[in-house]
């Protein structure tokens, strides 16, 4: 390792002898007002505490360039942005004082380059986005935050992201100031305080150096998240003159997934598990292990990073590429997908482990991947709708995921649908008989109250979907979304008439109205005109409006269609009830017939090579 050298710094001191850069490789300014109120707040208490003690903030590390006296800072940017912005709003507090010419001095000043040139330039030169305007301007304007803020706005330069986070906190720092230090005396004392007594070391080293010690004392993680020191470990790795292009291929993954407000770290962990054999004792990666799970000499060795790492950067960015498709209920070909779009609709926004698998089998022929996506609704409707612990779940898709792995690299076409529908057969089918007890039980006490209510639509909607595929004698499923636009009807009204009450009192005697009127069989959907017109009628009066239903599921509660001997609807018929009134029995029995109809609806089936 280079030489390190190391420097104690006061505040004043350091912004007096050194320029820092903020490479555009660097994590951009990340702090909220908490932050920032934490660190002003520290000071402050300190400075009442014991005034007369030093106050030792934690190490800056940076990497000498090739002019004189310039840093690039390799760990401390946050602090050091905030300390920056920290004395931009001390100088305008103290215009007209003689604190307001040192200080400005602190912030911006001339020297001579290699050239002999006089150059004049900020003490801080953040690199990232247009970070380097943004403050500049901020420094020419001397101003309050919201003039400031207006102005850069009006200037043309694009403030988004990490430069609003520079405007906010500003804007903290002034609002601090002001809250607690109002008076000139309070102010100066600060100042002083500030100029004088809060310090920190600063180690410096080479680029590759620092990046190495900027590993060791952030202790595998603490005080940064893994994605940070994934990204790191990778800058370790290649040239000094690879930076831009690496920080560039870096931000395909982290800005896709920022747009679309993925949680990066829960991304990571899928893309491990789904690409590579965890050995760890349960077979998943935490989101606080992922830094270690990488160090790890065989885990290093099965990435490549270290040796192969713009190689290792493009399969993470595939995999966000598909991560995002898959999210948004499209297939592996990046196209809208039906199959896709109903197990989004199952999953909701709570549910992501099957990721895993998903990530897993990515590469697998269109055809088969489509194919594939029903058994695995099927799989985690019988796991979501008897409630099983996630835990359980991850503990398994981590396993199956290296056997998908291994079945999407097979390059015969009959020996891949083989293996997968052995797959399918010994993962998910084992697996839902097992569950099958569970599921029927958990069903025959169904209520609205029982699962989310997207997910009651849903089982509405497929079960209202495959009825009427059934009735037509289909077997072209679509997308859900027709019935999506459909109304849940409490066939026993949720808000009734003190008669209607009764009269289920007398029919139902010993039934309570609120949880019958609650649970699966008293639910059907109903097009919203007519359920404007059913309304909370008796079951007698909304006979005619169901029989008006163009879906077979509601309509046959009043009346089963009778077509032929052996056709689609008779052989239908077998599975469904019309009802004459409506009481606790009856709802009883629908609810029993829906259970029965879900066991058609959520099934395996072979995959087959077109």
């Known amino acids: ?41 520290d000071i402050t208490d300190q400075m009442e505490v014991s005034g007369e003690q030093d106050y030792f903030i934690g190490m800056v590390l940076v990497s000498p360039t090739d002019e004189k006296n310039k840093f690039d800072v390799i760990d401390g940017q946050q602090r050091l942005t905030t300390f920056f912005l920290l004395l931009c709003a001390l100088r305008h507090r103290f215009k007209g004082e003689p604190q307001h010419a040192l200080i400005e001095q602190l912030i911006a000043t001339s020297y001579s380059n290699k050239d002999g040139d006089v150059v004049k330039a900020l003490k801080l030169d953040p690199r990232y986005e247009n970070a380097s305007e943004v403050i500049e301007k901020m420094v020419a304007l001397n101003d309050l935050p919201e003039p400031t803020k207006l102005a850069i706005k009006s200037s043309g330069i694009q403030s988004f992201g990490s430069l609003d986070n520079l405007l906010d906190a500003y804007a903290t720092v002034h609002a601090f100031l002001e809250a607690n230090l109002s008076s000139d005396k309070d102010l100066k004392k600060f100042w002083g305080y ?41 800058f370790t790795n290649v040239k000094q003159e690879e930076f831009s292009k690496l920080k560039n291929e870096w931000k395909k993954i982290t800005g896709p997934l920022e747009k679309n407000k993925k949680k990066p770290l829960r991304f990571l962990r899928y893309f491990l598990m789904a690409n590579y054999s965890i050995s760890n004792e349960n077979g998943i990666v935490r989101e606080d292990l992922i830094y270690d799970w990488f160090i790890d000499k065989d885990n290093a060795e099965l990435c490549k990073y270290k040796e192969k790492p713009f190689e290792f950067i493009r399969k993470i960015n595939l995999n966000v590429e598909r991560y995002l498709h898959f999210s948004d209920g499209r297939g592996n070909d990046g196209k809208a997908n039906v199959a896709m779009d109903n197990l989004m609709k199952l999953c909701g926004g709570g549910f992501s482990q099957h990721f895993v698998l998903l990530l897993a089998i990515a590469n697998l022929p269109k055809s088969l991947f489509d194919q ?13 709708f008897t409630k099983t612990p996630t835990k359980e779940l991850e503990r398994h898709f981590s396993a199956w995921a290296d056997e998908l792995r291994v079945i999407s690299e097979i390059t015969n076409e009959e020996r891949q649908q083989y293996e997968l529908n052995e797959f399918v057969k010994n993962r998910f089918e084992s697996s839902m008989e097992s569950k099958a007890s ?39 499923t679509g997308k859900l979304d027709g019935y999506y636009d459909l109304e849940m009807e409490h066939i026993l009204p949720n808000n009734p008439e003190s008669e209607l009450k009764a009269s289920f009192a007398k029919s139902s005697p010993e039934s309570d109205y609120d949880d019958y009127k609650n649970r699966l069989g008293n639910f059907t959907l109903l097009e919203k005109p007519i359920n404007i017109v059913a309304s909370n009628n008796f079951f007698d009066d909304k006979k005619a409006e169901y029989s008006k239903c163009k879906h077979y599921l509601t309509s046959s509660i009043v009346e089963l269609v009778e077509v032929g001997t052996n056709t689609s609807i008779t052989r239908l018929n077998k599975k469904l009830k019309s009802f004459p009134d409506w009481n606790a029995e009856n709802i009883e029995l629908r609810q029993e017939m829906l259970a029965e109809l879900v066991k058609d609806v959520w099934k395996t089936s072979v995959i087959t090579v077109p």
């Not at 620092?210 to 590993?215: C, V």
């Not at 996506?373 to 019988?382: A, N, R, T």
């Not at 006490?445 to 979907?465: C, E, F, G, N």
Request: net charge neutral; with cysteine.
């Open 1 to 41: 390792m280079a030489k390190i050298s190391n420097n104690q710094y006061t505040i004043s001191e350091a912004f007096k002898d050194c320029f820092y850069v903020i490479p555009d490789y660097q994590r951009e300014y990340v702090w909220q007002e908490k932050e920032v109120v934490q660190l002003l707040q």
């Open 194 to 234: 500030l100029s004088n007594s809060v310090v920190f070391i600063q180690i410096q080293t080479d680029v590759s150096s620092a990046l190495k010690i900027f590993e060791t004392i952030n202790e595998r993680g603490v005080g940064l998240n893994p994605m940070d020191l994934l990204k790191n470990l990778l």
């Open 372 to 384: 594939f996506i029903p058994q695995l609704e099927s799989f985690l409707f019988y796991y979501i």
């Open 438 to 476: 569970e599921l029927s039980d958990a069903l025959k006490r169904y209520t609205i109250r029982s699962m989310q209510k997207y997910r009651t639509r849903y089982l509405l909607a497929k079960l209202t979907q495959h009825v009427d595929i059934e009735y037509r004698g289909s077997s072209k």
